[in-house]
């Protein structure tokens, strides 16, 4: 087997969260992508081209800034990492086919959604609006059969979001019930709907876990869904198929 493909992705995919993570952190402050140029948060130099190479940099620099000597936090690096194993995985899900432009475009979708929500509690409609375009039109050309289950995809799960948001009086953001709306062109119908009840146990585990050990959760705090959403969203996705069929498979089984 030609591992070339593969290593391809590898790369290609910590380039991507680099990427990524940048458009999430600069976007959930309202700044341009463009400029400027990247640098230290702390320091502001601007970075050589050598200090910005995925994982390889965090690793010589030993997670440190060369002029100030203060850390860069890991979760760049954890990230990157995470991209470099994740995307070769991908064709095994999807094969070498067109659709794996839908896999990687939706990928780095959850991402930068997820860096944004996690460090500014918002999911910018600039990110939503570029993607809702990219992805659609990726879905036009590499279309369901049928093809209007993108537009199905779309409707169920923007208006179930938007029935949560209603039914808790602001328990979730607006930007959680479009975000929805976009990742339902690329999930169809049923498939969305896994996505939020997978991100909604996802959630639900989380705030359980901080009960139990921490004990830090208060009335009005606020949490970022949208990383439980993308984490849904990418669950359903690559296995939802294989999750409808063992469930339904168990259910039959359960039945006198």
């Not at 290593?7 to 400027?36: Q, T």
């Not at 590499?142 to 995809?153: C, N, T, Y």
């Not at 179930?160 to 979730?172: A, Q, R």
Request: positive net charge.
């Amino acid at each position: 087997m030609n591992s070339l493909p593969y290593v391809f992705l590898a790369l290609f995919g910590s380039v991507v969260a680099s990427f990524g993570h940048v458009v999430g952190h600069r976007m959930g402050k309202g700044d341009s992508i463009i400029a400027p140029r990247s640098h230290c948060p702390y320091c502001h130099r601007f970075l050589r081209w050598y200090e910005l190479i995925p994982l390889f940099s965090w690793m010589v620099q030993r997670g440190r800034c060369r002029t100030c000597q203060r850390s860069i936090p890991i979760h760049y690096f954890l990230m990157e990492c995470l991209a470099c194993c994740f995307f070769p995985l991908f064709p095994s899900f999807v094969g070498w086919s067109p659709e794996l432009l839908v896999a990687l475009s939706f990928l780095l979708f959850l991402l930068i959604i997820s860096v944004s929500d996690l460090c500014y509690l918002i999911i910018p409609h600039r990110i939503l609006l570029y993607f809702s375009i990219l992805l659609g039109i990726e879905r036009l050309f590499i279309p369901f059969d049928p093809w209007w289950l993108m537009v199905v995809g779309g409707a169920v799960g923007f208006f179930t979001l938007y029935l949560v948001l209603l039914v808790s009086k602001g328990g979730i953001g607006g930007g959680d019930v479009k975000l929805m709306g976009v990742v339902g062109l690329v999930l169809g119908w049923q498939l969305v709907l896994l996505a939020i009840i997978l991100a909604t146990f996802c959630g639900s585990l989380y705030v359980g876990i901080l009960l139990l050990f921490r004990q830090s959760v208060t009335k009005g705090m606020l949490l970022p869904f949208g990383p439980f959403l993308a984490i849904g969203s990418l669950a359903a996705y690559v296995m939802g198929d294989s999750l409808v069929t063992w469930y339904f498979s168990t259910f039959l089984a359960l039945l006198p």
